[in-house]
């Protein structure tokens, strides 16, 4: 049974460089740079960097299952892609203009990845991250936080039976263990420290209304069914620590780069820009997003 109501967090990333963290990518150098033959094919060889590229290159919701889970599909994929490849070549295909245009095109997209992530890679220092973190920390607002414990049953006379118990002697977190049908139960109820808006909002009203060491002496019912609180420690919030912060600070940092390096570039370039029927078009206005 979850309480805690939904927070939805967007966060817009650049690119592969800008999706992990600098650890992380050190991690994915580290793989590439041990390769491993991974299958033959005509005595072709396909090698550990090439499954992991393309691992990478799937959509986030299959990254997300492992590696491992896509290992065998990815696998066959390449073999079939290397056979194809030696097919062509025997074809005389390698000279072949579409083929030339086709591989300039992805030359220069290579190469436009490449250089917008070094610089990327360059700038996100240890210091700067640092530097980056003691802003958001500056700046981020405080707010207030609870702690508490419950124990959540199915019928208010279940609840005030729980009530009785507690105020006859029995521990509230040995109560919680033995009567709570929440998962928090194993922990004696504990649900941590939280934000009015992180609870739905009869708990949450009921939990901040309440001095530290309080417990609830009515039930208080949600669509989840009847709670017993007891309010542990009130506090004022702080800023997350820097280690689970890095990753998304990585990205903030990753996406003003390359926004500062798109607008340097513009401004040096001379841009003309034309409609499908050839006839010139204005230049953007500042207010007009530019494509992406």
């Known amino acids: 049974m979850v309480i805690r109501a939904l927070t939805a967090v967007f966060i817009i990333t650049f690119g592969a460089a800008l999706a992990t963290s600098p650890a992380s990518a050190q991690s994915v150098r580290d793989r590439l740079a041990k390769d491993a033959v991974i299958a033959v094919v005509n005595d072709q060889q396909i090698l550990s960097s090439e499954i992991i590229q393309a691992f990478q290159a799937l959509p986030r919701q299959h990254r997300q299952r492992g590696l491992r889970a ?5 696998l066959e994929r390449l073999i079939d892609d290397k056979l194809l490849t030696i097919h062509g ?3 005389n295909l390698a000279g072949d203009a579409e083929v030339k245009t086709m591989v300039k095109v992805a030359e220069d997209q290579i190469i436009a990845r490449v250089y917008m992530n ?3 890679s360059q700038s996100i220092t240890e210091e700067a991250m640092k530097e980056r973190y003691a802003e958001l920390a500056k700046n981020t607002p405080t707010q207030e936080e609870v702690r508490a414990r419950h124990i959540l049953v199915d019928t208010e006379a279940d609840a005030k039976e729980v009530i009785k118990m507690i105020q006859g002697g029995q521990p509230f977190e040995e109560v919680a263990k033995a009567r709570s049908k929440d998962p928090a139960a194993a922990q004696g109820g504990d649900l941590g420290y939280f934000r009015k808006g992180d609870m739905v909002k009869p708990f949450s009203d ?3 209304s309440m001095q530290a060491g309080a417990m609830t002496e009515t039930p208080v019912k949600t669509e989840f069914g009847w709670h017993v ?4 420690d009130r506090r004022k919030s702080s800023a997350p620590p820097f280690e689970r912060v890095r990753a998304q600070i990585a ?3 990753g996406r003003r780069i390359a926004t500062d390096v798109l607008n340097s ?6 841009i003309e820009r034309f409609a499908l029927d050839g006839q010139p078009l204005p230049a953007p206005t500042p207010q007009q997003p530019k494509a992406k």
């Open 70 to 74: 896509v290992y065998n599909q990815l």
């Open 89 to 91: 070549r025997l074809n």
């Open 118 to 120: 070094r610089l990327i």
């Open 206 to 208: 009921t939990a901040f």
């Open 229 to 232: 609180i007891k309010v542990e």
């Open 251 to 253: 990205r903030d940092l």
């Open 265 to 270: 570039a513009r401004e040096g370039a001379k």
